[in-house]
């Protein structure tokens, strides 16, 4: 797309006809949905496209509903409508409440959930809550559908395992049970809406005194967000005692590798990664009996 260049925009109404446009214009064509990140990348260069197919009159992609046990998000919800959902609020609260710390409102009232999955970029806040969740996405391509839990999506900065024709339906997140502890804690040492320095997401389940379950997962801390194996290894069928705690979180500085920028530099940032996760897992372990 050169300066001169007009780009169509395409708005099929149905699947079928979105898979045959991204069909036809291959490499020229690009899905957009809420254009949050997709017009940005084009204004810059780094997505150069004759043709946007739009993803906004296809029905079936918007919505909220809870079926077996998990709440399904449609790829076209927008991050708004999740954060003020009175479905997500009571099932998902924390889901709620970390839609409701991406950028600003402006923001939010137009990016949508699939929209910022398959952005990929390893600073987005959503991946870290979804993973802790064990969510997963849901695909669709001509030759039918598969899931891919939002754990293994994510292959490198700006890039997912989603092949060139499929597109994310909708968003599935299993309810945790109802012991289940969460705490997102997104360090933003310049303004509120600026995207993390390091944030963790934690979600823990302790029983009997001991760890029966326990996820953390890191986003701004390397080219994907970072599940923190290691950490959840250390804990899981222990007693979550303050040092146990401590030596735990000092693991994640071997787990995360933080891109030098403007936010910090890497050493800088592993260094509050490790102070990040240790103050979410006292949130989520050291709360509860
Ligand atoms: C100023 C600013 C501040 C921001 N701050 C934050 C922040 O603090 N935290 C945070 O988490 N994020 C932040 N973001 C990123 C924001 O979350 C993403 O831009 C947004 O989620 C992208 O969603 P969208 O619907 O606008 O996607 P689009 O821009 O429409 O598309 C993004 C990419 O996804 C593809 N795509 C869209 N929908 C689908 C689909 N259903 N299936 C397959 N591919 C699809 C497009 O082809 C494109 O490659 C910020 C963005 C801006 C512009």
Same mark, same amino acid.
């Given at each position: *797309? %050169? @300066?001169?260049?007009?780009?169509?925009?395409?708005?099929? +109404?149905?699947?079928?006809?979105?898979?045959?446009?991204?069909?036809?214009?291959?490499?020229?064509?690009?899905?957009?949905?809420?254009?949050?990140?997709?017009?940005? *990348? *084009?204004?810059? %260069?780094?997505?150069?496209?004759?043709?946007?197919? +739009?993803?906004?009159?296809? @029905?079936?992609?918007?919505?909220?509903?809870?079926?077996?046990?998990?709440?399904?998000?449609?790829?076209?919800?927008?991050?708004?409508?999740?954060?003020?959902?009175?479905?997500?609020?009571?099932?998902?609260?924390?889901? %709620?409440?970390?839609?409701?710390?991406?950028?600003?409102?402006?923001?939010?009232?137009?990016?949508?959930?699939?929209?910022?999955?398959?952005?990929?970029?390893? +600073?987005?806040?959503?991946?870290?809550?979804?993973?802790?969740?064990?969510?997963?996405?849901?695909?669709?391509?001509?030759?039918?559908?598969?899931?891919?839990?939002?754990?293994?999506?994510?292959?490198?900065?700006?890039?997912?395992?989603?092949? +060139?024709?499929?597109?994310?339906?909708?968003?599935?997140?299993?309810?945790?049970?109802?012991?289940?502890?969460?705490?997102?804690?997104?360090?933003?040492?310049?303004?509120?809406?600026? &995207?993390?320095?390091?944030?963790?997401?934690?979600?823990?389940?302790?029983?009997?005194?001991?760890?029966?379950?326990?996820?953390?997962?890191?986003?701004?801390?390397?080219?994907?967000?970072?599940?923190?194996?290691?950490?959840?290894?250390?804990?899981?069928?222990?007693?979550?005692?303050?040092?146990?705690?401590?030596?735990?979180?000092?693991?994640?500085?071997?787990?995360?590798?933080?891109?030098?920028?403007?936010?910090?530099?890497?050493? &800088?940032?592993?260094?509050?990664?490790?102070?990040?996760?240790?103050?979410?897992?006292?949130?989520?372990?050291?709360?509860?009996?």
């Amino acid at each position: *797309m %050169s @300066p001169e260049t007009t780009v169509t925009f395409h708005t099929p +109404s149905t699947l079928d006809e979105a898979f045959a446009l991204l069909k036809e214009h291959g490499d020229d064509a690009r899905v957009i949905a809420g254009g949050t990140a997709l017009v940005v *990348m *084009m204004k810059q %260069s780094l997505v150069v496209v004759d043709h946007l197919v +739009s993803l906004a009159s296809i @029905p079936g992609l918007v919505g909220i509903d809870v079926r077996e046990g998990a709440v399904h998000i449609g790829a076209l919800t927008r991050h708004r409508d999740v954060e003020t959902s009175p479905i997500v609020r009571e099932h998902l609260p924390f889901l %709620s409440d970390v839609y409701g710390r991406v950028a600003t409102v402006r923001i939010r009232n137009s990016a949508t959930v699939g929209g910022g999955l398959a952005h990929a970029d390893p +600073s987005q806040d959503p991946p870290a809550a979804l993973m802790v969740l064990d969510a997963r996405v849901r695909l669709v391509s001509p030759r039918g559908e598969r899931e891919v839990a939002v754990a293994e999506m994510f292959r490198d900065y700006y890039e997912t395992v989603l092949r +060139s024709d499929e597109l994310i339906a909708e968003v599935i997140v299993p309810i945790p049970s109802a012991t289940a502890r969460t705490a997102y804690l997104k360090f933003l040492p310049r303004n509120e809406d600026d &995207y993390a320095t390091v944030a963790v997401a934690a979600l823990a389940e302790v029983a009997n005194g001991t760890v029966q379950k326990l996820r953390v997962t890191l986003i701004a801390a390397g080219p994907t967000p970072v599940r923190a194996e290691a950490v959840e290894a250390a804990l899981e069928g222990q007693s979550p005692t303050a040092e146990a705690i401590r030596a735990a979180a000092d693991l994640v500085a071997d787990a995360v590798d933080p891109m030098d920028d403007f936010r910090g530099a890497p050493d &800088y940032k592993r260094d509050m990664a490790v102070v990040f996760t240790r103050r979410a897992l006292e949130r989520v372990l050291l709360a509860q009996g």
